[in-house]
């Protein structure tokens, strides 16, 4: 056998019909980066916690407007922009049911409670004078049967003192309200 012939091995059907492909160039990519996920996971929760922290501002400054708001509709006076800080709060005033004999018994069938009114007494011998500017109606009892012009009876949430002057007006003055 010559010297080329030996070299080369001999092509054997059992070596061309082989299982395996035959080896090619593999390309260049990146490496993978494993476990990188845990930092995905991460963002997510921090964005979500802004989420919940920006609707939370939005829900507390929303608050703090319908808070104002509602004072002024409450007939309270609004908080003043120029308040100086540390000073002590007003003291509270200490609102009391006072029931209030009104002369016109068709006005009061008019009243609601919620609404506000101012009650005006009415003396023979002088000027009507507003005794309770701006009072609540808490409640409106069921008219009486018997009473004939004596009137009927309200019930309003005013301060201690106006409750005072309106039970001592009561007695001498025809009372009557108005709607504010």
Known sequence: MSRTSASRPSASPSALSSPCPPARHVPSFPPLRVGR????????????RRAASAGLAVVAAALAVSGTQAQASRGAAPPEAGAVRGAAPPAAVRMVSAPVRIADAATVRLLRPGDRVDVVAAERAGEPRVVAAGARVAQVPAAEQDVGDGGALVVLSVPRETARALVGTGTTARLAVTLC
Do not use: K, N, T, V
Request: hydrophobic letters at 25%; a positive charge.
């Open 37 to 48: 996920g845990g930092g995905r996971l991460r963002r997510a929760l921090r964005r979500r």
